[in-house]
């Protein structure tokens, strides 16, 4: 038996994920009682690819409604920082229906010349032959700077707001927070979300913005909020600030670090960097599956248990926390053939990166994947070469697998 990591740990997963523990719980103990060490009560990890495909299928039975992370919250708790990830339907269909439009693929398809421009102006602004951290300088510029397209906001405004993100996704970080929610006492935040004070920032400044808006329309996603359905439907301001605030905070960072564990596979594999500015783009868009597929960028959602239940052999109780791992599920061998092995040429990557065949299917993967596939042609049409310069570092947090830090060299063309 190997020796299994603590997952309920965020210091683990700045070692990077340990592949080692999920590998020998989807061959021993595929649905595994895991205590918190931190004074929680204990879940379920879910760790092979059909187990978490049926949690995600199974909304009745695993409900999102009591928080999708591991953090237990009392019931005010909840509907104070309730957002779309933590309903179920109806209410959970009904406020994608209102926000979904400018995702959509055809909405999507046509943002591809302005990402195209975004990318370009990151990149042309990295100098030749210097050493730069990869993350702050390239991948973090093109979601921010998309996101102050979607949402209509000024340009000066959002490195403020991409801080203040970060400081929410990275709550577990010294580097991105004062407030780190297992080293200091954020009870005083409690009804916030991500428990954080920045919340409160966040929600005055997208109060101004919506008012703005209120008083003069623009064509932007802020405004196309406001709007009301055929049927007469619309956001309250709780819904509207919650969900501004997911997409300050949640609209940028994975994208970004998706972008970046994409790269530091390629620095490992210079042959097939190469080899991008010759592919179809069929193969371009098979190969950020692979990356999304490999990086597992974010790596468990939970659900609860709504009734006593079996899986795999398993007795759950109602109320149980049932925690689906998708960096184990990603590299399930009984469902990828040598998972380990990073292979564009993946026969029907169906990763669960985005939480396939779920309810919650991400509402930006569409977005997701279109700034991967052009950063990456703009890249090589740019540089001819890539290196690192340094080791990269990673966030501490056993929710999203991040590098914060990527030193690099590059030789333009």
Same mark, same amino acid.
């Given at each position: 038996?190997?020796?299994?990591?603590?997952?309920?740990?965020?210091?683990?997963?700045?070692?990077?994920?340990?592949?080692?523990?999920?590998?020998?719980?989807?061959?021993?103990?595929?649905?595994?009682?895991?205590?918190?060490?931190?004074?929680?009560?204990?879940?379920?990890?879910?760790?092979?690819?059909?187990?978490?495909?049926?949690?995600?299928?199974?909304?009745?039975?695993?409900?999102?409604?009591?928080?999708?992370?591991?953090?237990?919250?009392?019931?005010?708790?909840?509907?104070?920082?309730?957002?779309?990830?933590?309903?179920?339907?109806? !209410?959970?269909?009904? $406020?994608?229906? =209102?926000?979904?439009?400018? &995702?959509?693929?055809?909405? +999507? @398809? #046509?943002?591809?010349? %302005?990402?195209?421009?975004?990318?370009?102006?990151?990149?042309?602004?990295?100098?030749?032959?210097?050493?730069?951290?990869?993350?702050?300088?390239?991948?973090?510029?093109?979601?921010?700077?998309?996101?102050?397209?979607?949402?209509?906001?000024?340009?000066?405004?959002?490195?403020?707001?991409?801080?203040?993100?970060?400081?929410?996704?990275?709550?577990?970080?010294?580097?991105?927070?004062?407030?780190?929610?297992?080293?200091?006492?954020?009870?005083?935040?409690?009804?916030?979300?991500?428990?954080?004070?920045?919340?409160?920032?966040?929600?005055?400044?997208?109060?101004?913005?919506?008012?703005?808006?209120?008083?003069?329309?623009?064509?932007?996603?802020?405004?196309?909020?406001?709007?009301?359905?055929? !049927?007469?439907?619309? $956001?309250?301001? =709780?819904?509207?600030?919650? &969900?501004?605030?997911?997409? +300050? @905070? #949640?609209?940028?960072? %994975?994208?970004?670090?998706?972008?970046?564990?994409?790269?530091?596979?390629?620095?490992?594999?210079?042959?097939?960097?190469?080899?991008?500015?010759?592919?179809?783009?069929?193969?371009?868009?098979?190969?950020?599956?692979?990356?999304?597929?490999?990086?597992?960028?974010?790596?468990?959602?939970?659900?609860?248990?709504?009734?006593?239940?079996?899986?795999?052999?398993?007795?759950?109780?109602?109320?149980?926390?049932?925690?689906?791992?998708?960096?184990?599920?990603?590299?399930?061998?009984?469902?990828?053939?040598?998972?380990?092995?990073?292979?564009?040429?993946?026969?029907?990557?169906?990763?669960?990166?985005?939480?396939?065949?779920?309810?919650?299917?991400?509402?930006?993967?569409?977005?997701?994947?279109?700034?991967?596939?052009?950063?990456?042609?703009?890249?090589?049409?740019?540089?001819?070469?890539?290196?690192? @310069?340094?080791?990269?570092?990673?966030?501490?947090?056993?929710?999203?697998?991040?590098?914060?830090?990527?030193?690099?060299?590059?030789?333009?063309?």
């Amino acid at each position: 038996m190997v020796e299994l990591a603590d997952i309920s740990s965020h210091d683990t997963f700045e070692r990077g994920v340990p592949h080692d523990t999920f590998a020998w719980l989807r061959n021993h103990d595929p649905v595994h009682w895991t205590q918190e060490h931190d004074g929680g009560r204990g879940f379920w990890s879910v760790t092979t690819y059909d187990d978490v495909l049926a949690v995600s299928r199974n909304p009745e039975v695993f409900s999102s409604r009591f928080g999708i992370r591991l953090e237990d919250m009392d019931p005010e708790e909840t509907e104070a920082r309730r957002t779309l990830m933590e309903m179920d339907a109806p !209410d959970h269909t009904r $406020l994608r229906r =209102l926000v979904s439009r400018p &995702f959509a693929p055809k909405s +999507v @398809a #046509a943002y591809e010349a %302005t990402v195209r421009e975004l990318a370009g102006q990151a990149l042309d602004a990295v100098g030749d032959g210097d050493e730069f951290d990869f993350v702050t300088s390239v991948a973090r510029e093109l979601p921010m700077r998309m996101l102050g397209r979607l949402l209509g906001l000024p340009g000066e405004d959002l490195d403020w707001l991409v801080q203040r993100g970060d400081a929410l996704i990275g709550n577990t970080d010294p580097d991105f927070t004062d407030y780190v929610v297992d080293r200091v006492d954020t009870s005083a935040y409690r009804l916030l979300p991500f428990r954080s004070p920045v919340a409160l920032e966040l929600f005055e400044y997208a109060a101004i913005a919506l008012e703005q808006r209120r008083v003069e329309p623009t064509d932007d996603l802020l405004t196309n909020l406001l709007q009301s359905t055929y !049927d007469g439907d619309t $956001l309250d301001e =709780l819904a509207l600030k919650n &969900f501004f605030t997911l997409m +300050v @905070a #949640a609209g940028n960072d %994975t994208t970004r670090y998706s972008i970046t564990a994409g790269l530091l596979a390629l620095i490992e594999r210079p042959a097939l960097y190469e080899r991008i500015g010759s592919m179809q783009v069929a193969e371009r868009k098979a190969l950020v599956e692979e990356m999304l597929r490999w990086s597992s960028v974010t790596m468990h959602f939970r659900r609860t248990a709504t009734e006593d239940t079996a899986l795999h052999g398993r007795r759950l109780r109602a109320g149980d926390k049932v925690v689906m791992w998708y960096p184990s599920a990603n590299f399930d061998e009984t469902h990828f053939d040598s998972p380990q092995d990073f292979r564009v040429d993946r026969p029907a990557n169906d990763h669960v990166s985005f939480g396939l065949h779920s309810p919650h299917l991400c509402l930006g993967a569409h977005l997701a994947r279109l700034e991967m596939r052009v950063i990456f042609e703009e890249m090589v049409a740019r540089w001819q070469r890539v290196e690192a @310069a340094g080791a990269p570092q990673r966030l501490r947090s056993n929710f999203i697998s991040g590098i914060k830090h990527l030193p690099i060299g590059v030789t333009r063309r």
